[in-house]
């Protein structure tokens, strides 16, 4: 049985890639990842904001209350040498290719379009197999445009392939008001893959101090829909590789994302919930089902019900909504 | 000058200067901090820390000691086993290291301290320079090398390192505290080579040699007795008389390697001078400028620069003197009250005249000597001064023991001058910049110093003159630039070019009067070119068209927020100054800028360089000249200093030195014998803060945090009757008193609007939400200026107000407690101080009946700083009385006061029986039984003691009237020893720990801010590890001492571990358990700090995290609790439920150590992690341990 898979052009031994998450923060529990077959690993994000606001507050402090009083003209030695860059990230990078064999995706959160190819450039560098570029952005701007903000994200997806030469895709939020359209002009701005979706974390009130607090909820099986649907649209329209990320625990969940037009499928919630051995358990299962079912090879598979390729390809649109809502009356 | 090699030039301090060749020629380095010798450690540590070499290709060993006294040990130890050694310190530190001094000298050991010269405490402790301290030494056999300058500093450190190498004698290498360690100046940088010409190897391994070994034992430190000491004394004279010929030959080598030329005793003057004054120090230097302006013009006049004061070479000092020197002016920057004459004069007269006594004496005739005093603790010395000391020689009957630069009115010492004579030449740039400590204005003008000194050929120094100030502070730099090396080390008078970086500072100091004709004036004014004009106070105006001034506004703050630096104006004022100033080429000038930041700031990120450069570039665009018109129009005048309420002493002494003019006090307004009154902090309204805390009634839950967290006391409640709500003024708040012990009572929180520092504490701690908008609390900050008005007139109201009845508040609850009035008020601490909330609980607990001794620190600055204090009375004039002693002692001063007050205590006791009669059964039995555990307790005793007092006055006894002057005693009284970590954990820990061993009753509280705070946060042994700090710029490897663990072990000391912010109750009944134990209590308070790099106005949550965490457990352990069977430590935080890191994270100390040693910090935070999960498992199970065997006891 084949269940090896490609995405970004890379050739993958399984189609289970652990998504960036707190998993990748040591080479103890990436090597766990890789060992309990993890097939390639997406990097936890480097934030360029954080970096910037990191380094802007170690400023702020370390002048803050300094030259005022006589008796202590400063409050910190001056250590000279800050590490106030991605360097920490890149070393990670670096010591990741070098103890794993799998393909080490880095992922990259930024804010600017300086800052974006700054760090992409530092990542091919380190040696990152591909790039994940993770769109992490509220629009709260009332006088910002969805056709502006397109714009600036295909910018930049633009200015990046032109610094780098690795693989980059580009996890997206289903906030698009025309998802299959901005899709369409990621894959031809170079995206080599897209990753559908970002799950974005939704902040909580707590009543007793009223206050707003971020609360991170892991994903069920449930959110898997949403990106179901969309891989299922998408599939075979556009010539990216796709990866489906959100609510994905099984090998059923597994198995559907791939009939839907996967060609990865990735995983976190489950990993954190249960360890890096469920990916081993996935596997198995998957393994177990294929051959109940006598499929011989993932790529075989792969797209069987998207949208393309099923007998009712209204069944991913709106019409789906109407009939889903009257059945459950 | 050799020509032949060309050294680089560098623009740094005299600290630095003497740290630089410290480092590179020493291999053991003992520090300890203090003032304002401490960068010279700082320098070390760092230097060390990042891997600088020595001269021999080794890393140099920094380690900080407990003490002055330690580092001296330290020094020695590493000496006698063949180390070369060296430490910094200056004033009482110095005097810390005499007893080893001695030792060092007594064993013939060649060792160089470098001291910054600084006044040692007497009347009151004081930071800055003269030379008390090294005066104090002169008898412990060193040899005493004096620098004027910064270059002498850097070239003497090395002159003194290879005298003592060849000579054995050990060196004190000294220099001006301030004005030239402090002082930037461009020098040029000794290199290697130079230092390695100047060291013998040979010498260096023959001190090896001598060092203590196994391998060829040796005995040293006997004891001797009368029979031999004498004689071993008088064996080193020869190396004592070899001396002087060896630094000489010292200073040749080192004119053929460096150029510049130095003697033993350096004139300069007129070859055939009549007047000569004899001195050492900086105010050297001002004296030579004066000699070199004046000899032109004819004066036969000279000076006399002593740079090797010990030991004296009377042979070097005569052939110094002008032969035709008719009368000589010796200066002393010290003071020996009861000496005949100070000490350099002394020592000049005995030379002289010992020489004329076996007719070895030069000179044609005996000439007259006068000795003076001038700039003490950095009193400025001008050349106007000189030439008063130069002009009172002239007189037939010169004064002597005079003084110069103050008026002494008491004793008639002082010599008058002509204040106008001034020498400074007309191609010296002088430009004077008022600046706010938080708007970067100092480093600003050192990074211009910086960059004309290494962009140009020019010479270039600066001063800085520092507030007394946490909180905003205000500083004035001193720059000059010109041709030639500079001379003038006193203050600039006359500028050309002044600069104005606050607008607030127009009405609070007379900015222009350091301006002279034709001068440039810099203003960051919120009012373009156009409307200044008319917001200009009179006097400006007045200044401005009077002295035909050129005159440019800025707004910078506008322009620092249009290019994302926030409120750092630094080089948005800094670009204005080259722009306007003609002091380089305006192009040359913002290039220059520019390659400095991008030096400064490349390494940190392009943006920020871009950011910079934007600030640069928008200065430019928004630099306007104003065109001054030709009539003063302005009616707004400069207020007073301070109210005209204030007490006459406030209004005529105080008030001056608030303005800066306290120069001009004359010596009959002080006090002898450093006594002041208190409550004088509410006279300063300083007006600091941009925006205030404003109360809501409505939201408030009336809990009272907002006022128990305020570190200056400037947010208030009080409940009272409604009567006295008849006169409010219209905009005064207040509501119904919410619970029943003051049912149908009003509640008022009022906020001290010229108080307040802006810290907004009190708002981040308010729990109370509005319901229909929850970022709006019951209080928020707003703009102070429209509502100042309004508010102080409401806060003065509520000043009227009476306060409650003691008697009548339930001390130990929050809301109780905080109705009691704070006797520690508007401290000058920093905003946000995380400190002096405790210091003002332990006030409105007991101020009326308190004793404080404090130790020296941030506490007793912001405690005891002139010119005024936060301590205050209460409507009966009683409160907390303060006193200061030293760092190192001040457990036993505390201790020292129990005592007396026990013993009056029982004296008075004592007396009142044996006065019974007179007296009466019935208020004898209340005076000796009464129960003073309350407020009511204390309040009826009182009455008795004013009974007692009546009584007594019509007595004529000599015991009535005895018993008069102690019955006050009979009242209980409170003892507290305040200190922070640095007196607790090290310096003072010995004593701390005797005075805890004693049983007496004290109240120790220990203010925990894990750093010395007050001298720029060095580490102490309350540092944790993995923290950055001073000396320990890698980072602390070794875990924070339990000092309550310590103190648990006496069994009979009460001890709690305290953190305000994490849970106030138990710090409030901890306090309160504390006093009430009738014996000694530490009480080790958690202490949120600048010094930590963090947000202060959240300080309380990150002293939350601090206890959540486990980092900082709360506990008390109460030695009571045994007698009633039970375990005496009771824990008061629950086991850590968050990592370390979610604090660590929070504050720059720890955050810092990730960014410049990554490795390293992962390392020590695990250990952090297991200190802190070690240390609760011990504590939880000493609190779990079943105490039965006190039960049977």
């Known amino acids: 049985m084949d269940i090896t898979t490609t995405y970004l052009g890379l050739k993958l031994k399984n189609p289970i890639v652990p998504s960036a998450s707190p998993l990748s923060y040591t080479l103890d529990s990436m090597k766990q990842l890789e060992d309990a077959g993890a097939a390639a690993i997406v990097m936890y994000s480097l934030f360029e904001e954080q970096i910037a606001h990191e380094r802007s507050e170690l400023l702020h402090y370390l002048s803050h209350g300094t030259e005022s009083y006589a008796e202590a003209l400063s409050y910190f030695p001056d250590v000279q040498q800050y590490n106030l860059g991605p360097d920490d990230y890149l070393e990670h990078i670096q010591s990741a290719k070098k103890s794993l064999a799998i393909p080490i995706i880095g992922s990259l959160n930024g804010v600017s379009v300086g800052g974006w190819n700054e760090y992409a450039k530092k990542i091919e560098e380190a040696g990152a197999d591909a790039i994940e570029l993770n769109i992490y952005y509220i629009p709260t701007d009332l006088n910002v445009s969805g056709a502006e903000i397109e714009k600036k994200y295909l910018e930049v997806l633009q200015a990046i392939k032109q610094t780098v030469k690795i693989p980059i895709a580009v996890k997206l939020s289903p906030f698009f008001s025309a998802l299959a359209n901005i899709a369409k002009k990621f894959d031809q701005a170079g995206a080599n893959g897209l990753v559908l979706f970002n799950r974005f974390y939704q902040p909580d009130i707590d009543l007793e101090t009223l206050e707003v607090q971020p609360n991170v909820i892991l994903s069920t099986p449930n959110a898997m829909r949403l990106p179901m649907r969309w891989i299922a649209i998408l599939h075979g329209k556009i010539k990216a590789s796709l990866a489906a990320t959100s609510g994905i625990h099984t090998a059923e969940d597994v198995l559907k994302m791939l009939m839907a037009g996967a060609d990865v499928t990735m995983m976190c919630s489950a990993l954190l919930k249960h360890g890096p051995e469920q990916i081993t358990k996935v596997l198995r299962d998957l393994e177990n089902w294929m051959t109940e079912n006598e499929y011989v090879s993932v790529q075989q598979m792969k797209g069987s019900m998207s949208q393309k390729a099923v007998a009712d390809p209204a069944a991913f649109e709106r019409a789906n909504y109407m009939k889903s809502l009257h059945s459950y009356k | 000058m ?22 590179k020629c020493n291999e053991v380095i003992a520090i300890y901090p203090i003032t304002p010798s401490s960068p010279m450690g700082e320098w070390s540590d760092e230097w060390s820390a990042l891997g600088k070499k020595n001269l021999w290709g080794t890393i140099p060993q920094v380690i900080e000691m407990q003490s002055e006294g330690g580092a001296a040990g330290a020094v020695h130890g590493a000496l006698q086993t063949g180390a070369l050694s060296t430490t910094f310190t200056s004033a009482q530190g110095l005097l810390l290291m005499i007893p080893n001094m001695f030792k060092i000298a007594g064993e013939l050991t060649p060792t160089v301290f470098h001291i910054a010269a600084r006044t040692v405490a007497t009347h009151a402790l004081s930071i800055f320079g003269d030379h008390s301290d090294v005066m104090s030494v002169r008898s412990t056999g060193w040899a005493m090398l004096s620098s004027n300058s910064i270059q ?52 260096i391994h023959a001190h090896r040699e001598r060092a203590m070994s196994p391998d060829h034992p040796v005995l040293r430190g006997t004891a001797q007795n009368p029979d031999v000491f004498f004689q071993a004394r008088e064996t080193v004279n020869p190396y004592y008389l070899t001396c002087p010929g060896i630094v000489e030959k010292a200073m040749r080598n080192f004119e053929k390697i460096a150029g510049r030329k130095y003697e033993l005793f350096q004139y300069v003057g007129a070859p055939d001078a009549e007047r000569i004054i004899i001195m050492m120090g900086s105010a050297a230097e001002t004296t030579q400028e004066t000699v070199e302006y004046l000899t032109p013009k004819g004066e036969k006049i000279g000076i006399i620069k002593v740079r090797l004061y010990r030991p004296f070479s009377a042979e070097h000092f005569i052939n110094a003197i002008p032969k035709s020197v008719k009368s000589i002016a010796v200066l002393d920057r010290t003071k020996e009250p009861g000496a005949f004459g100070e000490p350099l004069y002394t020592d000049v007269v005995s030379v002289m005249s010992e020489l004329f006594m076996n007719g070895k004496l030069p000179l ?19 050349p106007a001064m000189v030439k008063g000391v130069f002009d009172e020689m002239k007189k037939p009957q010169p004064m002597n023991h005079f003084t110069v630069g103050i008026l002494d009115d008491v004793s008639n010492t002082s010599i008058t001058y002509d204040p106008t004579f001034a020498t400074e030449p007309d191609d ?25 000194g290494e962009d140009t050929d020019f010479y270039g120094q600066g001063y800085f003159v520092y507030d007394s100030k946490k909180s905003g502070a205000t500083t004035i730099s001193h720059l000059r630039f010109g041709p030639r090396q500079i001379h003038s080390t006193y203050l600039i008078e006359k500028a050309s070019f002044v600069a104005c970086h606050q607008w607030f500072f127009l009405e609070k100091y007379d900015v222009l009067k350091y301006a002279v004709p034709g001068a440039t004036f810099l203003l960051n004014s919120i009012y373009g070119p156009n409307e200044v004009w008319d917001k200009l106070p009179r006097h400006i105006q007045k200044e401005l068209i009077e002295k035909k001034m050129k005159f440019y506004v800025i707004d910078a703050y506008d322009v620092a927020r249009k290019t994302d630096m926030g409120t750092r104006i630094n080089t948005i004022m800094q670009t204005c100054f080259f722009a306007i100033s003609g002091v380089l080429p305006k192009d040359e000038a913002i290039a220059s800028i520019k390659n400095s930041i991008e030096k400064t700031y490349g390494k940190k990120g392009i943006d920020i360089v871009k950011q910079n450069f934007e600030a640069v570039d928008q200065t430019l665009a928004n630099l306007f000249e104003v065109k001054i018109p030709d009539k003063v129009t302005s009616k707004i005048e400069m207020p007073p200093p301070v109210s005209e309420k204030a007490p006459e002493y406030v209004k005529n002494v105080l008030a001056k030195i608030i303005t800066g003019d306290g120069d001009t006090l004359p010596v009959s307004a002080m006090p002898i014998d450093g006594t002041f009154p208190i409550s004088t902090a509410q006279w300063e309204k300083r007006n600091i803060a941009l925006e205030i805390p404003v109360w809501i009634p409505d939201i408030c839950i009336q809990c009272n945090k907002c006022i128990m967290v305020c570190p200056h006391a400037a947010i208030r409640v009080k409940v009272y009757e409604t009567k006295w709500l008849k006169k409010a003024p219209k905009t005064f708040l207040s509501m119904d008193y919410k619970g029943t012990e003051y049912k149908g009572m009003k509640y008022t929180i009022q906020v001290a609007p010229e108080d307040c520092t802006e810290c907004g504490l009190c708002v981040d701690v308010c729990p109370a939400k509005s319901k229909s908008e929850a970022r709006v609390k019951s209080i928020n900050m707003k703009p102070q200026p429209p509502i100042r008005e309004q508010e102080r007139i409401n806060y003065d109201f509520f000043l009227q107000i009476p306060d409650v009845d003691r008697r009548t508040v339930k001390i130990d609850t929050i809301k109780g407690s905080q109705f009691l009035r704070p006797l520690f008020e508007y401290s000058g ?31 007793s600055i912001y405690g005891g700083n002139l010119p005024t204090t936060p301590y205050c009375v209460d409507e009966n004039g009683r409160g907390p009385t303060w006193s200061n002693s030293l760092f190192e002692d001040n457990a036993e001063f505390g201790l020292g006061m129990r005592l007396t007050i026990d013993k009056h205590n029982e004296m008075a006791k004592e007396l009142v029986q044996k006065l019974s009669a007179n007296i009466g059964g019935q208020l004898v039995n209340g005076l000796l039984n009464a129960n003073q555990s309350d407020e009511a307790g204390i309040y009826e005793q009182r009455e008795r003691v004013k009974i007692l007092k009546e009584k007594l006055s019509s007595l004529n006894s000599s015991e009535a009237k005895s018993l008069l002057s102690i019955c006050d005693n009979l009242v209980k009284k409170s003892i507290w020893i305040v200190g922070g970590d640095g007196w607790a954990y090290d310096i003072g820990y010995g004593g701390l720990d005797h005075v805890l061993a004693s049983g007496r009753n004290v109240n120790l509280l220990v203010l925990d801010t894990e750093v010395y705070s007050n001298t720029g946060g060095q580490m102490s042994k309350a540092t944790s590890r993995s923290a ?12 924070k001492k339990d000092l309550g663990m310590l103190a648990m072990a006496y069994g009979n000391v009460y001890v709690a571990s305290i953190a305000m912010g994490a849970n106030d109750l138990q710090t409030l009944r901890a306090i309160i358990e504390a006093e009430a134990y009738d014996g000694p209590s530490l009480i080790i308070a958690y202490s949120h700090c600048i010094a930590h790099g963090i947000n202060m106005t959240k300080g309380m949550q990150n002293q939350k995290l601090a206890v959540e965490t486990g980092y900082f457990p709360l506990y008390r352990y109460n030695p009571m609790l045994v007698t009633e069977g039970k375990n005496p430590l009771k824990l008061d935080s629950k086991a850590p439920s968050k990592p370390l890191k979610e604090f660590t994270s929070l504050e720059t100390r720890f955050f810092m150590l990730e960014k410049s040693y990554p490795a390293r910090a992962k390392e020590l935070s695990v250990l952090a992690q297991k200190d802190v999960n070690i240390r609760w498992k011990i504590y939880e199970h000493l609190a779990r341990t079943d105490d039965s065997e006190n039960k049977k006891s």
């Open chain 2, 1028 to 1039: 950055i700090a001073k000396f320990a710029a890698s980072g602390k490897s070794t875990a």
């Open chain 2, 829 to 859: 601490a920093c905003a946000g101080c995380g400190e002096t909330p405790y210091v003002k609980l332990v006030t409105q607990l007991f101020g009326d009946r308190t004793i404080i001794a404090n130790a020296t620190g941030c506490s």
């Open chain 2, 428 to 452: 010296v740039v002088r430009a004077v910049f008022f600046g706010l400590g938080a708007d970067g204005t100092v480093s600003a003008n050192k990074n211009s110093i910086k960059i004309i």
């Open chain 2, 364 to 382: 044609t005739s005996f000439p007259k000597i006068i000795g003076g005093r001038y700039g003490l603790s950095s009193k400025e010395f001008t």
């Open chain 2, 2 to 23: 050799n020509t032949k090699t060309k050294r680089q030039m560098v623009t740094i301090d005299g600290n630095e200067a003497a740290a630089y060749v410290a480092h």
């Open chain 2, 152 to 203: 002498e500093i850097m070239d003497f450190a090395l002159i003194s390192q290879a005298a003592t190498l060849e000579s054995r004698i050990p060196f004190l290498h000294f220099f001006d505290g301030f004005r030239s360690s402090h002082e930037v100046m461009k020098i040029e940088l000794l290199n290697e080579e130079d230092m390695r010409a100047m060291l013998d190897d040979e010498l």
